[in-house]
């Protein structure tokens, strides 16, 4: 990987160099951690005129979840408490005699923009923007293989929990055990809170687990991903407890399922992101369950549980193939309860099979 993570860089250095900016500095974790290989937290990376380097409180540890850092970079540690890794890369940049230094105002705060300033103060300081985060919406077959283990392992952690039983088991409970599983299968941990949703929660999206218990005839739903490697999927799934469903839960389930399957077969190279969004939200709409909806159907997945692109009605631009992104409508009747389904796909052209779906688990209404 040490040439993959040499070429990302070389092209954010040539990104930067037409800009106007000799040197870059990257501070947000997911995008160090992409043009790097690797970091501990709180490590910057500076992409100088010469050699690149790592500035670090801590030395790398080389686990899965922090990665490897590249052998080509120089890793410069830093004194603990008082060294800033953002403050010694300006002072850095400023001694090779550059000008201007492309940093990412968006993940700096105002106290250390300024003592950037203070440190280097003959340095140009000029905003990166979101370079980095657009440079990584295409993945590579690599990052795509360690998306695609994370979804083997939620699906594992899922389907046990199936087989257990759930009823008078607490929201709670019910979310830790499933992120005890997703460690146990080889996660480096849950790649977002886990949600776990019943009777009138169940619906929500990111709902946070209650002490509320299991009942006869609730729907279940349930959100949660594996981070893997540093790399994170999403899946979500309703169910209903103990009984045959009623049918007004047939009725929503079977809306939100058409609604997620026609979202999922809109994904294609050179499909508007907002095209995505309204091939599911359009079916939802004309049931009369406007009103509530969240404000996109699904994102980007990768080192962060959520990326670009945004799959929302006013989301401009068109997906590429292997964007990797989630598709998850829901409905929630407030005071009953609802349905959320959601899957993590790859963008593929028809070619070569249309999307790739990562998250195997079935749709199917099932009375657990």
């Not at 690149?52 to 540690?77: F, K, Y």
């Not at 998306?147 to 409970?173: K, M, N, P, W």
């Not at 994904?267 to 404000?295: F, I, K, N, T």
Request: with cysteine; hydrophobic share 40%; charged share 25%.
């Amino acid at each position: 990987m040490s040439e993959v993570h040499a070429v990302r860089r070389g092209l954010l250095r040539d990104r930067c160099a037409a800009a106007g900016s000799a040197a870059a500095l990257v501070s947000r974790p997911a995008n160090v951690r992409y043009l790097a290989g690797g970091a501990p937290p709180g490590a910057v990376l500076l992409l100088g005129p010469g050699e690149d380097v790592l500035l670090c409180s801590r030395a790398p540890t080389g686990e899965p979840a922090q990665g490897r850092p590249d052998e080509a970079l120089r890793i410069d540690l830093l004194p603990v408490p008082d060294g800033d890794p953002v403050v010694a890369a300006a002072g850095l940049a400023a001694e090779s005699g550059v000008g201007s230094l492309a940093v990412e105002e968006h993940d700096l705060t105002v106290a250390r923009h300024r003592a950037m300033a203070k440190a280097a103060p003959r340095l140009e300081l000029a905003d990166l923007g979101f370079t980095v985060e657009q440079q990584r919406i295409v993945k590579d077959e690599e990052e795509i293989g360690c998306l695609r283990i994370a979804a083997e392992i939620t699906d594992q952690a899922l389907g046990e929990l199936l087989e257990s039983i759930l009823v008078g088991r607490t929201e709670r409970h019910l979310a830790l055990e499933l992120e005890r599983r997703l460690v146990d299968h080889g996660a480096d941990g849950p790649a977002f809170a886990t949600s776990v949703a019943t009777g009138p929660n169940s619906g929500q999206g990111r709902h946070r687990p209650s002490d509320r218990r299991v009942e006869e005839g609730d729907f279940l739903s349930v959100g949660l991903g594996a981070s893997y490697h540093g790399y994170r999927c999403e899946i979500g799934r309703t169910f209903v407890i103990g009984t045959a469903p009623a049918e007004w839960q047939i009725e929503l389930y079977d809306l939100v399922f058409a609604a997620q399957r026609a979202g999922r077969e809109a994904l294609a190279p050179g499909a508007a992101y907002r095209d995505v969004d309204h091939a599911a939200r359009h079916l939802l709409e004309s049931a009369g369950h406007g009103e509530g909806l969240q404000p996109r159907t699904g994102h980007g997945v990768g080192l962060e549980i959520e990326e670009d692109p945004q799959l929302a009605p006013t989301a401009m631009g068109k997906l590429d193939a292997c964007v990797p992104v989630t598709v998850e409508p829901g409905v929630h009747l407030p005071g009953r309860g609802g349905v959320r389904i959601d899957d993590t796909l790859v963008v593929r052209p028809e070619a070569d099979g249309g999307p790739e779906l990562l998250t195997m688990t079935t749709k199917e209404l099932l009375a657990l």
